[in-house]
Nanobody
Framework: QVQLVESGGGLVQTGGSLTLSCAASGNIFRVNTMGWYRRSPGKQRELVALITDGGNTNYADSVKGRFTISRDNAKNTVYLQMNSLKPEDTAVYYC???????????????WGQGTQVTVSS
């Protein structure tokens, strides 16, 4: 089975920075697209950023220019560097990865446990 382990959440002040990481481990043949989503109270889950296995990226308009997604393929790890943080960035952040099985060559999506990011005024 595959497991995604997140780290890096915490409490920061407005304008501060934080970097999240998420490492995939287990019976992995290939890790394709990886991404970050977030959920705040009273709001739907939203996509924050995606990065393909080829390095192409996509960002939500609300974070474009402030957040940077990257990956280390040798470590099966995705990162989210968050700069110029705002109170509205407060949410639980979840990483996700599309991973191909050795046996079936089918793609399944896996999720991390979530990490809390709180930005104070």
């Amino acid at each position: 089975q595959v497991q995604l382990v997140e780290s890096g959440g915490g409490l920061v002040q407005t304008g501060g920075s934080l970097t999240l990481s998420c490492a995939a481990s287990g019976n992995i043949f290939r890790v394709n697209t990886m991404g970050w989503y977030r959920r705040s109270p009273g709001k739907q889950r939203e996509l924050v950023a995606l990065i393909t296995d080829g390095g192409n990226t996509n960002y939500a308009d609300s974070v474009k220019g402030r957040f940077t997604i990257s990956r280390d393929n040798a470590k099966n790890t995705v990162y989210l560097q968050m700069n110029s943080l705002k109170p509205e960035d407060t949410a639980v952040y979840y990483c996700s990865a599309a991973i191909i099985s050795f046996v079936t060559h089918t793609t399944l999506n896996y999720w991390g446990q979530g990490t809390q990011v709180t930005v104070s005024s």
